[in-house]
C-alpha cells in the first residue's frame, strides 16, 4: 500500500471540570487527509484545501512537524507527501491543530506497517501540537487517536488512559465564527488558584470519571462545572453564559468551552435532547450578527480511521 486517505475527527478538551487531561472524540466534524510514500526522501506537504492560509513547509505546518517527529523515528527509505483537506478551521476549539498533527502520523504508520503503537503516535503529534499552542499537551490528540474519552494521566513519561462512557451520550456543539487562538486563550489564566477551588474542581473531575465508567447521567450532570479556566476564558467568547444558560433550560446535562473557545459544548442523553439544546443554542446566535456552524454528534469511539 503507497497510498491512504483518512478521516481525522474534531475533539472536544477539557470537558470542563478536566483542563488539559480529558478529552473526547466526534463523529461528524474532521479533516480528510492523503498520505502517500514517494521515492524522493523526506516530507512534502503538496496541497492544502479549505481556504485556510496554512504554511507548506513542514517544519511550519502541525501536520509536517509531527510526521517529522515520526520520520525521523522511523528512518524509512522513503518519503512522504500529505494532503491536507481542512475540514476543522483553525482556532475554533474543536481541535483542528490536533486533527493534522493525528492525520499525518496516523497515515504514515500505516503505510509503514504500523510499527508504532498509539501512544507513541500521540508523543509524535505532541510535537505538532506544541507548535499551534506554544506547549505540549495531549487531550485533543489522544481522543482523536484512540476515540471515545481519553484521560492523559502524564505527559513525561506519556500515560494515556481510555475511559468508557455510556451509548446513549450525545454533544451538541456550536462554533461562532471568530478566531481565539490557543497560546492567547492560555496566557489570560492565572497562575495560582485558590485552594478551595482546586479542591471543588478535582472533585467534580473524578465525579465524572466514576460517572462516565457507571454511566450515572445525573453524577455527570452535576460533575461538569468549571470553576478555575471558564470564569476567564468565556469573557472572549460573545455570548457565552445566554447559549450555556439556554442549553441546560433546554435539557443538557451541561455545557461548557469546548477547548480554548471560541466553541461552546453540551452533553446530553439521547439523540432528542441534544436536538432540542442545538435548537436553543442556535436561537441566541440566530439574534446576533456572528455566524456559526452547530453540530450534533455521537460520541466517535474509534477515533481517527481509514478512508480508503
Known amino acids: 500500500m503507497n497510498e491512504i486517505k483518512i478521516f481525522s475527527p474534531a475533539t472536544v478538551a477539557n470537558v470542563a471540570c478536566g483542563f488539559d487531561v480529558l478529552g473526547f472524540c466526534l463523529d461528524s466534524v474532521g479533516d480528510e487527509m492523503v498520505i502517500r510514500k514517494t ?15 496554512l504554511p507548506y513547509q513542514a517544519e511550519l505546518n502541525v501536520a509536517g512537524v509531527s510526521a517529522l517527529a515520526l520520520y525521523e523515528a522511523a528512518k524509512p527509505d522513503c518519503g512522504f507527501e500529505i ?8 482556532g475554533s476549539g474543536i481541535g483542528s491543530s490536533a486533527a493534522s498533527a493525528v492525520g499525518s502520523v496516523f497515515g504514515m504508520n500505516e503505510l ?26 495531549a487531550d485533543n490528540l489522544a481522543p482523536a487517536l484512540f476515540g471515545g474519552f481519553t484521560l492523559v494521566k502524564s505527559i513525561s513519561p506519556l500515560e494515556i488512559l481510555e475511559i468508557p462512557s455510556p451509548d446513549d451520550l450525545y454533544v451538541t456543539i456550536i462554533h ?27 472533585a467534580n473531575f473524578g465525579s465524572l470519571i466514576h460517572a462516565l465508567h457507571t454511566g450515572d447521567f445525573g453524577l455527570i450532570q452535576r ?22 444558560t439556554e442549553a441546560l433550560k433546554a435539557g443538557a446535562l451541561g455545557a461548557g468551552i469546548s477547548g480554548s473557545g471560541p466553541s461552546i459544548f453540551s452533553l446530553s442523553k439521547g439523540i432528542e435532547n ?30 481517527v480511521k481509514i478512508i480508503y
Open 83 to 90: 494532503e491536507i483537506n481542512k475540514k476543522i478551521k483553525p
Open 223 to 244: 460533575s461538569l462545572n468549571d470553576v478555575i479556566v471558564e470564569p476567564y476564558r468565556s469573557q472572549l467568547i460573545p455570548h457565552y453564559n445566554k447559549v450555556k
Open 112 to 137: 509503514l506497517g504500523r510499527p508504532f503503537n498509539k501512544t507513541q503516535l500521540t508523543e509524535f503529534a505532541i510535537k505538532g501540537e506544541a507548535l499551534a499552542s506554544k506547549c505540549e499537551h
Open 176 to 202: 461562532p465564527q471568530i478566531e481565539i487562538k490557543t497560546s492567547e486563550a492560555r496566557a489570560i489564566l492565572p497562575k495560582e488558584v485558590p485552594l478551595i477551588d482546586a479542591i471543588t474542581q478535582w
Open 274 to 303: 441534544a436536538k432540542n439544546v442545538k435548537d436553543a443554542m442556535k436561537k441566541v446566535y440566530s439574534n446576533t450578527e456572528i455566524d456559526f456552524d452547530i453540530h450534533v454528534s455521537k460520541i466517535n469511539n474509534k477515533g
Open 39 to 53: 521515492d524522493k526522501k523526506g516530507i512534502f506537504i503538496t496541497k492544502i484545501e479549505g481556504g485556510f492560509d
